[in-house]
Nanobody
Framework: QVQLVESGGGLVQAGGSLRLSCSAS????????MGWFRQAPGKEREFVAS????????LYASSVKGRFIISRDNAKNTVYLQMNNLKPEDTAVYYC?????????????????WGRGTQVTVSS
């Protein structure tokens, strides 16, 4: 069982930055590839970014590529999402997820554990 807790969300103006963190309870954190997803009101959950177990492989959604950076620190059981040049359309609840697949995954159904999410609101 893996418990995930997101933090770092908040209200920011367009063009600003936020850094999300996701702390995992598992001692075997490095066994999981990790992902970030987001869900805006009235929309389906969508993939944002994923990072492999050792951080060597990374995948981004086209909508965030070049603006967001995913990273992880296995010694701290934490995955991060640095979000730069934020846009109003980035407003959503952001979720962290863990998958037992060995490498990056973009499909929510392939993730085994989910956090409760953190709200990000970008004002225009």
């Amino acid at each position: 069982q893996v418990q995930l807790v997101e933090s770092g969300g908040g209200l920011v103006q367009a063009g600003g930055s936020l850094r999300l963190s996701c702390s995992a309870s598992a001692r075997t954190f490095s066994y999981y590839a990790m992902g970030w997803f987001r869900q805006a009101p009235g929309k389906e959950r969508e993939f944002v970014a994923s990072i492999s177990r050792d951080g060597s492989n990374i995948l981004y959604a086209s909508s965030v590529k070049g603006r967001f950076i995913i990273s992880r620190d296995n010694a701290k059981n934490t995955v991060y999402l640095q979000m730069n040049n934020l846009k109003p359309e980035d407003t959503a609840v952001y979720y962290c997820a863990a998958t037992s697949f060995t490498t990056v995954q973009s499909q929510p159904m392939r993730y085994d554990y989910w956090g409760r999410g953190t709200q990000v609101t970008v004002s225009s």
